[in-house]
């Protein structure tokens, strides 16, 4: 099936149920063009007062990154434009050049329209971040996400001791073109990473107080492998901070028996391996009833390590 044919003196083209067709010897051969192979397309369009600008337009439900596409460069590469279409179903097109463009789409008609970023109403986003028990600010890493019509942007940036942060000179939100923000903060230890969405942003800016809470903090070790410097003292240091800290992997403790978070802040040891295939937790505990398999037929992620309480150094805590 045939849905439009499209021709044009400098580049003629053919859209179908299959395809997208298109020519550069008027007409005398064709060749398909790739990124529309397998896909309905029923509109096309060459701009009628600059005949580089061709439109194309997929017949496809629910799937925006088939809907519709422009070329500015007869056809020999194409851009998807789907920013503030409500449905990806196009049934034709009419071009006039590469600013005057109208769409027939499965719900109404749409007008083209550029956006310049330059005429658009700025605004910032900005607060603190600090530790509600204490008062004290916090240093934290923080990247803000917004999406411009088909693409995503993200900044970045370091709020020193001070706590302090701020984005300035942000496009306002205006959907569907100009998304709400979000805001991830990533505190230092002990804190948790955190994520505020949904961020609406208008011309009177917006000012956050960020309170993040103290980590639960899971460290699973790999097959067999000693835990480097760097992660012992970050273990120590969240342990010193409050932090709850949950420890599972194979011979972490068989291999790291000396380190400092082990023997003085959470007081055990390695004692020695054992040969059982089954342990089942102690009553009482994190563990109470849960059973599992340490060789052959259980887990080759753990290994049989029996530990020893010894005595626990306080250390000014």
Excluded at 23 to 44: I, K, R
Excluded at 254 to 271: K, P, Q, W
């Amino acid at each position: 099936m045939t849905a439009s044919v499209i021709l044009s003196p400098a580049t003629p083209s053919i859209g179908g149920g299959g395809g997208l067709l298109r020519s550069t010897d008027f007409g005398e051969t064709w060749d398909p063009v790739a990124q529309f192979a397998g896909l309905d397309c029923w509109g096309v369009a060459i701009g009628v007062r600059n005949s580089n600008v061709i439109f194309v337009g997929t017949y496809k439900a629910a799937k925006s990154q088939f809907s519709t596409f422009i070329s500015t460069d007869r056809g020999n590469s194409w851009t998807p434009v789907t920013c503030g279409l409500t449905s990806f179903l196009n049934y034709g097109a009419l071009v006039l050049d590469s600013l005057t463009m109208f769409v027939l789409q499965g719900d109404g008609v749409y007008r083209f329209e550029m956006i310049d970023l330059q005429q658009q109403p700025m605004s910032f986003i900005g607060g603190t971040i600090f530790d509600t028990a204490s008062g004290r600010p916090l240093a934290a890493d923080l990247v803000l996400r917004y999406d411009i019509c088909d693409s995503m942007y993200t900044r970045s940036m370091h709020a020193d001791s001070s706590g302090a942060f701020s984005f300035a000179q942000l496009p306002v939100s205006s959907s569907p073109f100009i998304s709400d923000y979000q805001l991830d903060a990533d505190p230092e230890l002990p804190f948790a990473t955190l994520k505020v969405s949904s961020l609406h942003l208008d011309t009177s800016s917006i000012a956050l107080a960020i309170r993040p809470r103290r980590a639960d903090l899971l460290i699973a070790g790999d097959r067999s492998a000693t835990l480097d410097v760097m992660t012992l003292e970050n273990m120590a240091g969240a342990l010193n901070g409050g932090v709850h800290l949950f420890i599972t992997g194979q011979n972490i403790l068989e291999y790291s028996d000396t380190a400092h978070v082990f023997r003085n802040l959470l007081g055990v040891g390695f004692e020695r391996n054992i040969a059982y295939t089954y342990v089942q937790g102690k009553g009482g505990d994190l563990m109470d009833n849960l059973g599992y398999f340490t060789r052959a037929a259980g887990s080759s992620s753990q290994d049989s390590v029996l530990h020893r309480s010894v005595p626990r150094k306080r250390e000014g805590r």
